[in-house]
């Protein structure tokens, strides 16, 4: 009986040892299951996110942000990014609620939406707040690159001491703060006729179709007033013959069906700050406001190379459609034409600031810009 005790508990034994066994091995295979998972994770790009329900200790907060900007276009891909980054920034806790494509408030009501606290946030249209907004009325574009126009806009606005002081000063009167700037697309030119270079171009206009005629008369160009939604046609039927503006909308819109040769003209946009309105963000917690900036930070890196990579898409599309490759203008064809726009964008930026008594400011901002991009102004001679 008691040798029957015995085998029976060893094969009790036995089956715990077994059992413990099983179940490591079973632990094991569980981590190794976690391991892959995690490194799946890693490979998708998560592994930067925080847990859920941890908010790195940021009060939550929601953002009413209006854009006129759609979800699917490349400005609408730049606010996602900075919507991503805000939620690994926090943790979760801040969240934006976008008002897409203008559906609240369109370009010439977003000033005073976010000024007045009806919106806390805009990616802001500036030029056509510049009666307003005095300070942003020097040339909104620089030759280079995307990235040389941000770093352009950057340093007027934010690190040269003077003139990022007039400029954030005009804001702070009127309830506003900016945040960032956000890279732009390329400018070109294309006209119905061949041409060569910026001298052929222009002899080869009869009738050069834009609103902004200051510019191209300097140049030389005959100009006709016409807007861009009436440009298609005024290429088909004959009433213009040339035209510029931005490389993306010429596109979007099929310029290239009537006018068969084009060219960049070494210039490109930036504009678009995140701007905020000042009494919210001053209510904001240091903690907020440091995650806010750094996912504003990160949308405007993303946006030059989103810009750079829709550039290279238009030309190929433009090529492609016309069976004509861009004409390439020279380094001195760039330079005039970057003399043609800083004068007339200093002439009527000078002008438009002195009714408001800020025309002594707006030329210590144009002698800043001329330096930033190695351009000779002449500071008209009431002011030297």
Known sequence: MKKMKLVSMLLTLVMVVSMFAACGQAADNGSDSTDDNTAATEDAGGSDAAPAGDTAGVDPLEITFTTTFNETETGGLILKKFEEVLAEESGGAITVNFLWGGTAYDTMAELDAVADGSADMCALGHMPHIDVLNYLAFPGFAPGSPENATAYF????????ETSALIQGEAEALG?????????????????????DLDSMIAGSKSFGNMD??????????????????TFTALDN?????????????VSMGWYEVAKYWALDGTYTAG??????????NGLTAAQQECIQTAADAAAE????????DIEGDVQTVEEATGNAFVVLSDSDIDRFWEACFEAKAASAIATAKEN???????TILKAAAEFTDYDWEVPAEYQ
Not at 154 to 161: G, K, Q, R, S, T
Not at 213 to 230: C, K, N, R
Not at 241 to 248: E, P, V
Not at 357 to 363: I, L, P, S
């Open 154 to 161: 950057e340093y007027l606005m934010f690190e040269n001491e």
């Open 176 to 196: 506003i703060k900016y945040l960032n700037i956000v890279a732009g697309g390329a400018n070109a030119f294309c006209t119905t006729y061949e041409f060569t």
């Open 213 to 230: 005629a200051a510019i191209f008369e300097y140049l030389g160009f005959q100009v006709s007033a016409v807007g861009p939604g009436d």
């Open 238 to 250: 004959g009433q213009i013959d040339s035209t510029q503006m931005g490389l993306a909308p010429m």
């Open 272 to 281: 678009n700050p995140f701007t905020v309105n000042l009494a919210w963000w």
């Open 302 to 309: 993303f946006s030059a190379e989103s810009y750079t990579k």
């Open 357 to 363: 008594g800020k025309d002594e400011g707006m030329v």
